[in-house]
């Protein structure tokens, strides 16, 4: 189909693979590629959000992928170079455990230990020596600053033993290197002892048409040459091993001669190598079960922040099931008790009633106010004859209206 070239690059696109945005309007026109429009008009305003990334890789490339990578503990791990560690301490804060990033002129940029990691300009008068006491700092022990002077021994700690952060590539790479370097030793090993054999060749073929016992001593003094062998043995060998081959030539002499020190080179190589490897075995080793006891500590808190959540929602959900359960049966007491409160008022005043009517029906001594026997007049009656003489001589004499 139909191609359309790109003015300002190589590329090449199909008109009917494009959206119609991209697509050209004329053939007069000049045509760009998506990717130049992008770069053209887009590129200044991605380099301009970009810019900080940029600033903080050029202060510290090691600061920059950790904070991106994030594994764990990166914080922890110490950068190439060093950054130094001070006391800062921010306006309405106490002093904080950091990590000097960068100084201009008063001002000191640094990033705090701690869960957040922040960054800030610090007046270099509030800077303070890691190596100051914490108790001239006054500072208040909260779980944060404690967290971060944890944070801050472990990043001491691994400054100490050499530990920075290495990736897989990078671990692997290691392993290439030290495995290229054995075998190129392995080969300069033997092509510096081909060149000495074919030396001592070449002197064999020399030597003899001066006398026979020359190559026995330089044999001898081959021999003795090696480090590794004890002197008094060496001797002993020397001499048996020269009386063994009086009567052998001096070329093959000379070759056993070559032959033992090859193999005492190529063993003191092995054994070099091999401490090499098995330090290496056991700093693996040492990791490996570092890893092991973290993996583990993190599942068993994993494991136990787990029960402590279901123990937490188990006692909740009893204890809502149970206050329910208690104001249900508070609700059913509460109406009981209120039909039976009402039910006795209702009989209560039944009774009130009642005993109300009967009081009303009685009349009662006017004198002691006991239940009345005998009638005197229309409002006045007495209970006996003798609250009646009282009640007459007292007063009732003068008001009573009864007929006489």
């Known amino acids: 189909g139909e191609v359309l070239i790109c003015d300002l690059c190589f590329r090449v696109y199909h ?22 429009r992008v770069s053209t008009y887009e590129g200044r305003s991605r380099l301009i959000a970009e810019e900080p990334d940029l600033d903080e ?14 594994p764990d503990n990166w914080f922890c791990y110490p950068c190439i170079p060093n950054h130094e560690l ?17 100084k201009e002129d008063n001002q000191v940029d640094v990033r705090f230990f701690g869960h957040h990691h922040q960054r800030a300009w610090i007046p270099s008068e509030n800077i303070q020596d890691i190596t100051v006491n914490v108790h001239r700092l006054h500072v208040k022990r909260s779980m944060g600053w404690k967290k971060a002077c944890d944070e801050l021994e472990l990043h001491q700690r691994f400054l100490r033993e050499g530990r920075f952060w290495k990736s897989k590539n990078e671990d692997r790479g290691e392993e290439e290197a030290e495995s290229s370097i054995s075998s190129t030793s392995n080969e300069q090993l033997k092509v510096t002892q081909e060149p000495r054999a074919k030396k001592g060749r070449r002197n064999q073929s020399v030597e003899p048409k001066k006398e026979e016992p020359e190559p026995e001593t330089e044999a001898v003094s081959s021999s003795q040459e090696i480090p590794t062998m004890p002197q008094p043995i060496e001797k002993v060998s020397v001499s048996t091993q020269t009386k063994k081959l009086s009567a052998s030539s001096p070329r093959m002499l000379h070759r056993s001669t070559q032959t033992t020190s090859d193999g005492v080179c190529q063993s003191m190589c092995h054994d070099k190598y091999t401490k090499i490897f098995n330090d290496f075995k056991d700093r693996m080793k040492s990791d490996h ?34 206050q329910g359960e208690m104001d249900r049966k508070c609700k059913q007491v509460k109406e009981k008790c209120k039909e039976e409160f009402v039910e006795e008022i209702k009989k209560l005043a039944t009774q009130h009633k009642q005993l109300i009517s009967q009081t009303k029906k009685k009349q009662w001594c006017y004198n002691c106010e ?35």
């Not at 001070?86 to 960068?102: E, R």
């Open 86 to 102: 001070v006391w800062a301490k921010m306006k309405g804060f106490g002093f904080w455990p950091a990590k000097v990033l960068q």
């Open 370 to 404: 006991e239940e009345a026997m005998y009638h005197c007049c229309w409002n006045t009656s007495y209970c006996s004859i003798k609250c009646q003489q009282e009640h007459w001589h007292a007063e009732h004499k003068r008001t009573c209206r009864r007929k006489r």
């Open 57 to 70: 890789l050029q202060l510290c490339k090691n600061c920059f992928y950790l904070s991106n990578a994030r």
């Open 289 to 322: 079960k570092r890893e092991t006891e973290r993996v583990v500590r993190e599942a068993l808190e994993k494991l136990r922040s787990e029960m402590e959540e279901e123990k937490r929602q188990a006692v909740s959900k009893a204890v809502a099931n149970m």
């Open 15 to 36: 008109s009917k693979c494009l959206s119609d945005e991209y697509r050209l309007r004329d053939s007069s026109s000049h045509w760009q590629c998506p990717v130049c």
